[in-house]
C-alpha cells in the first residue's frame, strides 16, 4: 500500500520511460507476484498516463475539485453511453458519509464494473431506467 508517492521524485522521475520504481511494480507487478494500491489525492497531476493504464479497480470518494471529477469522470466514462450516467452513479454512491463508488473496469459484466461500496454491481439498465423515471415524474 502506497500513500500520497507519486509526487516523490525519483520513485515516478522516470516513470514515462517506465524506469522509476513505482512504474515497474505497476507494470511488472503480475510476473513478480505482487499487488499494489496507491492512494492519491491528485490523480490528475500525480499520476502520469503509464500508471493509470495499469490501474485495475478505481476507489472514488466524493470529489472537492472540479478539475479532478471531470478528469475521472472521462477516464471511466467509456464504460457508459454518457458521462451523465456515471456522474449519478457517483453522486448516489457518495451521498453518504465515508460512502465510494468503486468502479472495475476489467469485469466481463458490464451491471459489475460500477459498485457503491463493496456491495452489488450496480444494475446498469435498471439504474438508467429509474433516472428516466425520476425525470418522467417530475
Not at 52 to 69: M, T, Y
Not at 87 to 92: E, F, G, S, T, V
Not at 119 to 124: E, Q
Request: net charge positive; proline share 7%.
Amino acid at each position: 500500500i502506497l500513500d500520497d508517492v507519486c509526487d516523490q521524485g525519483p520513485a515516478l522521475r522516470s516513470a514515462g520511460s517506465g524506469q522509476g520504481s513505482l512504474s515497474t511494480i505497476m507494470t511488472r507487478g503480475r510476473h513478480l507476484g505482487t499487488a499494489t494500491t496507491l492512494s492519491l489525492q491528485k490523480v490528475v497531476t500525480a499520476c502520469p498516463p503509464l500508471l493509470r493504464a495499469n490501474i485495475s479497480d478505481w476507489i472514488i470518494v466524493k470529489q472537492r475539485v472540479l478539475k479532478e471529477f471531470v478528469f475521472l469522470l472521462s477516464e471511466a466514462s467509456a464504460l457508459l453511453p454518457s458521462h451523465e450516467i456515471l456522474n449519478l452513479i457517483h453522486r448516489k454512491a457518495t451521498e453518504k458519509p465515508y460512502s465510494f463508488l468503486w468502479i472495475a473496469p476489467g469485469r466481463p459484466d458490464p451491471d459489475d464494473v460500477f459498485h457503491i461500496g463493496f456491495g452489488p454491481g450496480v444494475n446498469l439498465k435498471n439504474f438508467v431506467a429509474q433516472v428516466n423515471d425520476g425525470r418522467n415524474n417530475t
